[in-house]
């Protein structure tokens, strides 16, 4: 009878191991809420997250990617997102940082959104893989954006014209560009020709379009490692005063233009909403570890 006892016990212990190994190993859903296809808020955001609200999506509701990616939108600009938050178009978003037009939107609408920092990403530089420059400084960046660095030999390149390609004013790299390189006024008019109005539309500009080789550009880390990484075929990142992005040197603050991206509701969202609920999954650590998985850089 003891020998059974013990043999007994030993089963159990091996049972609850597993269990709780394959607990561990596997991001569950919210606990507290049914997510259905038709209470499922309706969410949107910027591009490069959408990977993680397709992961996000799926997982709540049990689907595959693919019926995920249908009933989401992840398209337009950050402030378009912002503004289709605020009208009620979208329940949740997750995007970048709002610019000041978006801002201007909420005070006029008189809409307050509550948001949560859920991950890092970072501004970087891009040329074609035909320039000889590997590395720019941040004051060599400034002062092609000025205007006052014009040819590349200026920064230890090739005798060409610099072409310095800029996003829309309303993108979210344009406002990422805006606060962390802060030029205000200072920022060089650029012709319509070298402003660009998607993110693959200059990703293009830089690696494929003739006169590339000349060609300057920024973007976020994410959407070009992870989305469009066949551009680096025939682009490549530049490091700045010495330090390249990586998921490493973003995670640390090393590289210098890092950023924040947002998970975002209407601050007036109840406390039992779909939308409430499903953000305060996000946020948690099974959210987190969600994103991990899909290679974003989380808090």
Same mark, same amino acid.
């Given at each position: 009878?003891?020998?059974?006892?013990?043999?007994?016990?030993?089963?159990?212990?091996?049972?609850?191991?597993?269990?709780?190994?394959?607990?561990?190993?596997?991001?569950?859903?919210?606990?507290?809420?049914?997510?259905?296809?038709?209470?499922?808020?309706?969410?949107?955001?910027?591009?490069?997250?959408?990977?993680?609200?397709?992961?996000?999506?799926?997982?709540?509701?049990?689907?595959?990617?693919?019926?995920?990616?249908?009933?989401?939108?992840?398209?337009?600009?950050?402030?378009?997102?912002?503004?289709?938050?605020?009208?009620?178009?979208?329940?949740?978003?997750?995007?970048?940082?709002?610019?000041?037009?978006?801002?201007?939107?909420? #005070?006029?609408?008189?809409?307050? /959104?509550?948001?949560?920092?859920?991950? *890092?990403?970072?501004?970087?530089? &891009?040329? +074609?893989? !035909?320039?000889?420059?590997?590395?720019?400084?941040?004051?060599?960046?400034?002062?092609?954006?000025?205007?006052?660095?014009?040819?590349?030999?200026?920064?230890?390149?090739?005798?060409?014209?610099?072409?310095?390609?800029?996003?829309?004013?309303?993108?979210?790299?344009?406002?990422?560009?805006?606060?962390?390189?802060?030029?205000?006024?200072?920022?060089?008019?650029?012709?319509?020709?070298?402003?660009?109005?998607?993110?693959?539309?200059?990703?293009?500009?830089?690696?494929?379009?003739?006169?590339?080789?000349?060609?300057?550009?920024?973007?976020?880390?994410?959407?070009?490692?992870?989305?469009?990484?066949? #551009?680096?075929?025939?682009?490549? /990142?530049?490091?700045?005063?010495?330090? *390249?992005?990586?998921?490493?040197? &973003?995670? +640390?603050? !090393?590289?210098?233009?890092?950023?924040?991206?947002?998970?975002?509701?209407?601050?007036?969202?109840?406390?039992?909403?779909?939308?409430?609920?499903?953000?305060?999954?996000?946020?948690?650590?099974?959210?987190?570890?969600?994103?991990?998985?899909?290679?974003?850089?989380?808090?």
């Amino acid at each position: 009878m003891k020998k059974i006892l013990i043999l007994m016990a030993f089963i159990m212990l091996v049972c609850i191991c597993g269990c709780t190994e394959k607990a561990s190993d596997e991001t569950t859903q919210p606990q507290q809420f049914d997510f259905t296809l038709d209470n499922y808020p309706k969410m949107g955001g910027s591009l490069a997250n959408l990977p993680l609200g397709e992961a996000v999506t799926a997982t709540v509701l049990g689907i595959d990617r693919e019926k995920a990616a249908s009933m989401i939108t992840f398209e337009g600009s950050t402030t378009d997102n912002y503004e289709a938050l605020v009208d009620g178009t979208f329940d949740i978003i997750l995007a970048y940082e709002m610019g000041d037009d978006a801002k201007a939107y909420c #005070k006029e609408k008189g809409v307050e /959104l509550e948001m949560t920092a859920i991950g *890092a990403d970072a501004l970087v530089f &891009i040329c +074609s893989l !035909e320039n000889e420059v590997k590395n720019l400084t941040q004051t060599q960046i400034e002062e092609i954006y000025k205007g006052n660095i014009t040819n590349w030999s200026e920064v230890g390149g090739t005798d060409h014209d610099i072409i310095p390609y800029q996003r829309n004013k309303d993108s979210g790299s344009q406002t990422l560009f805006d606060k962390l390189v802060n030029l205000g006024d200072e920022l060089m008019e650029a012709p319509n020709d070298i402003k660009i109005g998607s993110m693959i539309g200059l990703l293009t500009a830089v690696a494929d379009y003739e006169n590339s080789a000349d060609a300057l550009g920024y973007t976020v880390y994410y959407y070009l490692t992870n989305m469009e990484d066949d #551009k680096l075929d025939t682009s490549k /990142l530049l490091s700045v005063d010495g330090i *390249a992005p990586t998921n490493e040197s &973003i995670a +640390s603050g !090393e590289y210098p233009y890092v950023n924040d991206f947002y998970v975002v509701i209407r601050k007036d969202a109840a406390a039992d909403s779909p939308e409430r609920i499903l953000y305060n999954w996000i946020i948690s650590e099974q959210g987190k570890e969600l994103a991990r998985r899909e290679n974003y850089v989380v808090k």
